[in-house]
């Protein structure tokens, strides 16, 4: 996203979050299988303590992370110093959260 210049749970192709995730974790010999991700920016930079605070006041990322039936969490936080796009070539942190489970 930094590099690319978007901010979006679409992937920069276009196509959904969870089609990218779907690459990494995997379907194959569960029954179900559901994911969900949560991502906020802040320039220049954003601490885990802030990012968890604007998750929790925003209704639909709040329901993520406090949602019973994820098993797996992944996580990841990427620091720009010039990001183009939405970042306006300001240095901005990005942060996502993506939730699983698999039965």
Do not use: C
């Not at 959904?16 to 690459?23: D, E, G, S, T």
């Not at 098993?71 to 970042?87: H, M, T």
């Amino acid at each position: 996203m930094a590099t690319d210049g978007y901010f979006a749970h679409e992937s920069a192709n276009g196509s959904a979050f969870w089609q990218r995730i779907k690459l990494y974790y995997s379907v194959s010999g569960h029954r179900y299988w559901a994911v969900g991700e949560n991502l906020v920016w802040a320039s220049p930079g954003l601490t885990a303590k802030r990012a968890v605070k604007m998750w929790m006041n925003s209704s639909p990322h709040r329901a993520n992370l406090l949602s019973s039936k994820w098993r797996e969490i992944g996580l990841s936080a990427v620091y720009s110093s010039s990001a183009p796009g939405p970042y306006q070539d300001r240095a901005a942190t990005i942060v996502t959260a993506d939730f699983g489970v698999r039965r």
